[in-house]
């Protein structure tokens, strides 16, 4: 009921102390967070005969000072956590009672409040002023005005809404079977995917292999030097052309053509003899370079050295079979 009071004291203040407030002074927040841990207890923790009704209404003053200066999320939460725990242990501290002979059971005075507003058949309880309420229906609402009459009678303080933890008497709500329809689907319509066997893929022979075989040749039957450019491009093919320079470029990295600038500046291969593993040893060293061939140098280089006609001649495309379909 203290704290009760004091919340509502703080709101009719000044509501300004309780607005939020992203940039509040870090030193302040953290002063807070340091003063709600210093009496905060977890519920179900302490033993309730640890601690005085003296002390746990030290610490609700100590809590509303500091709920003052909450401007924050996680302050309310701490406040929240704080609350909790003044209920679990005074509840506890409640049932340890003695009353008489036995101690105050909690479940009976709930049984009894419902009994008085109305909520079950009974026995009835006399009421201070009300005579029209001697029987009630199991299902009518719990008449609150009733109780909080006889509440008022007790106390000085204005009535205000407030909250509860939880209602005293609650309806289990039945889930309702949700029917769902299965769809069936028609296996005539169902059609399976296309399967492919070993057999269905044809194999075509190593093709590279087989063009390197065919540029070195070529090399052979020139006998001599040729520019790069004239030797690989297909005038009538880009694809071609590059793949020309790819097949030349086994013939470099096995040291059976060699490429360099002559005195024109033009880039020149011709066959060589093959370098042994004796020349390595002596000193001979292997060079990586990376050649950009792009369609504008493609066309630059028909144009520059008037190439009409193919070197290496035109190669028909490969074709694979999938299944039953041929692809090109």
């Known amino acids: 009921m203290a704290r009760d009071a004091n919340m509502g004291e703080g709101s009719s203040k000044g509501g300004k102390n309780s607005a939020y407030d992203p940039d509040q002074n ?15 207890v977890e519920p179900g923790v302490a033993n309730p005969n640890d601690i005085s009704p003296d002390e746990l209404a030290k610490n609700l003053e100590v809590a509303d000072s500091l709920f003052e200066k909450v401007k924050g999320t996680s302050e309310a939460t701490l406040d929240s956590m704080f609350l909790l725990g003044v209920t679990s242990q005074a509840a506890a501290k409640a049932r340890s009672m003695k009353a008489g002979a036995g101690a105050f059971d909690v479940d009976d005075f709930v049984a009894r409040l419902v009994t008085f507003m109305g909520g079950r058949r009974g026995v009835h309880l006399p009421d201070d002023s009300d ?3 001697d029987d009630y229906d199991d299902g ?33 709500k039945k889930r309702a079977a949700i029917k769902r329809s299965k769809l069936e689907k028609n296996k005539a319509d169902m059609k399976k995917p296309q399967e492919i066997t070993e057999d269905d893929i044809t194999r075509s022979e ?12 070529l090399l052979e039957q020139l006998g001599g030097q040729i520019n790069l450019f004239r030797f690989i491009i ?4 880009f694809g071609q052309s590059v ?20 005195e024109d500046g033009e880039p020149v291969i011709w066959l060589c003899q093959q370098p042994s593993e004796e020349d390595y040893n002596e000193g001979l060293k292997k060079r990586q370079i990376v050649m950009e061939f792009d369609m504008a140098t493609w066309r630059h280089a028909k144009e520059v050295f008037s190439i009409k006609e193919p070197f290496i001649p035109q190669r028909p495309k490969s074709e694979m ?3 039953g379909k041929w692809y090109g």
């Open 243 to 262: 793949e020309n320079l790819f097949y030349l470029s086994f013939l470099i990295r096995d040291g059976k053509c060699a490429l360099e600038t002559n």
């Open 26 to 40: 870090p030193e302040e927040k953290r002063a807070v967070r340091r003063g709600y841990r210093g009496i905060i």
């Open 140 to 172: 009518a609402p719990l008449d609150w005005e009733r109780i909080g009459r006889r509440a008022l009678a007790k106390s000085c303080r204005a009535p205000a809404m407030d909250f509860m933890l939880g209602p005293l008497s609650i309806e289990q």
């Open 234 to 237: 297909n005038p009538n093919d």
């Open 206 to 217: 190593n093709e590279t292999t087989k063009n390197v075989a065919t540029l070195e040749k």
């Open 131 to 133: 005579t029209d309420a």
């Open 321 to 323: 079979r999938l299944g």
